[in-house]
């Protein structure tokens, strides 16, 4: 079975930063794509950024500039290094990655609550 674990998220003011990680753990033959997703309160979840196996990344729009998706393919983990926090961040953030596991799984994780105040 493999599973996703966040960790990172937090209450900030607006113009800080925050760090999230994300570690994927059990019977991994690879990972091809990391992402990070989120969800504010009436809204629908949302991609803010992924980076495949190879460092490609993708970003919303509205985090471009500011936010910096990273991974280390050998400890299995995805970062997303926030920086320039506006409340319109405010979010519970959920990590995603399609993992090969005998055949090919897109996992979620439980998400984090990023909080941004004004």
């Known amino acids: 079975q493999v599973r996703l674990v966040e960790s990172g998220g937090g209450l900030v003011q607006a113009g800080g930063s925050l760090r999230l990680s994300c570690s994927a753990s059990g019977n991994i033959f690879r990972i091809n794509t990391m992402g990070w997703y989120r969800q504010a309160p009436g809204k629908q979840r949302e991609l803010v950024a992924a980076?495949?196996?190879?460092?490609?990344?993708n970003y919303a729009d509205s985090v471009k500039g500011r936010f910096t998706i990273s991974a280390d393919n050998v400890k299995n983990t995805v970062y997303l290094q926030m920086t320039s926090l506006k409340p319109e961040d405010t979010a519970v953030y959920y990590c995603?990655?399609?993992?090969?596991?005998?055949?090919?799984?897109?996992?979620w994780g439980q998400g984090t609550q990023v909080t941004v105040s004004s």
């Open positions: 995603n990655a399609d993992i090969i596991s005998g055949t090919v799984y897109n996992v």
């Open positions: 980076i495949t196996r190879g460092s490609s990344t």
